[in-house]
């Protein structure tokens, strides 16, 4: 079945630098893609979505960027802070609006 | 405004015993989400809800597994005869629009 899944499982980066998390999804129809932030102990934070009609979005310190082509997300943080140490997942919209995540990608920002 | 509401935040329940997750959603969602997360796993969709109504069961184990959204009152997970694979991190979110919103989840421990 169709499924969303990430590369690296961690991710250690300086305090700083730039952060790069990728992920492979295999359903072509999939149309709205989201990544979610979760520390430790908390729910999945929402942290920036995409259409498919887009390959690039930004937020404030994010960049979301779509390959439809390979079937590839990715997600960009600039000058991360200790603040951004989290597992983070991309996860696409399904029938019903139900969440399909990846396993995760753990991120560890080092001071 | 108080965001997704769920508890208890942690549960200890014995094998063969019953556990009760209770979910309120964000003021004014009629839409809950249960997810179900394994130790350094992403989420899976469990069942989706309206208000009454289960809407999407299809994440549902077929047994031992129930969920229900009254008119009045917090979303209720049941699961009956609890065994040590029931572990895990339960969460629900809610929807108004087109984003779901997280709780901070229940973790069950099934001793």
């Known amino acids: 079945g169709e499924s969303v899944g990430l590369h690296l499982p961690t991710l250690s980066v300086q305090e700083g630098d730039n952060s790069i998390i990728n992920c492979a999804y295999s359903?072509?129809?999939?149309?709205?893609f989201i990544w979610y932030k979760q520390e430790s102990g908390k729910g999945p934070q929402f942290i920036i979505d995409?259409?498919?009609?887009?390959d690039k979005r930004q937020g404030q310190r994010v960049t979301v960027l779509l390959n439809k082509t390979v079937k590839h997300l990715s997600l960009q943080i600039a000058a991360t802070q200790p603040g951004d140490s989290a597992v983070y997942f991309c996860?696409?919209?399904?029938?019903?609006?139900?969440?399909?995540f990846g396993k995760g990608n753990q991120v560890v920002v080092i001071p | 405004n108080a965001g997704v509401m769920q508890n208890p935040r942690h549960l200890v329940r014995r094998r063969g015993q019953e556990a009760r997750l209770r979910c309120s959603p964000m003021?004014?969602?009629?839409?809950v989400y249960w997810y179900r997360q394994l130790p350094e796993e992403g989420l899976k969709f469990m069942v989706y809800?309206?208000?009454?109504?289960?809407?999407?069961e299809s994440g549902m184990p077929k047994e031992r597994f129930s969920a229900e959204f009254p008119k009045e009152g917090p979303s209720i997970l049941r699961i009956q005869q609890v065994v040590r694979g029931d572990s895990a991190a339960y969460f629900c979110?809610?929807?108004?629009?087109?984003?779901?919103?997280f709780g901070p989840g229940t973790r069950l421990t099934v001793t």
């Open positions: 979110a809610s929807r108004g629009g087109d984003e779901q919103y």
């Open positions: 359903n072509s129809a999939s149309d709205y």
């Open positions: 995409i259409r498919s009609n887009m």
């Open positions: 996860a696409e919209l399904g029938g019903n609006n139900r969440l399909a």
């Open positions: 003021k004014g969602h009629s839409h």
């Open positions: 809800l309206q208000k009454e109504n289960i809407i999407d």
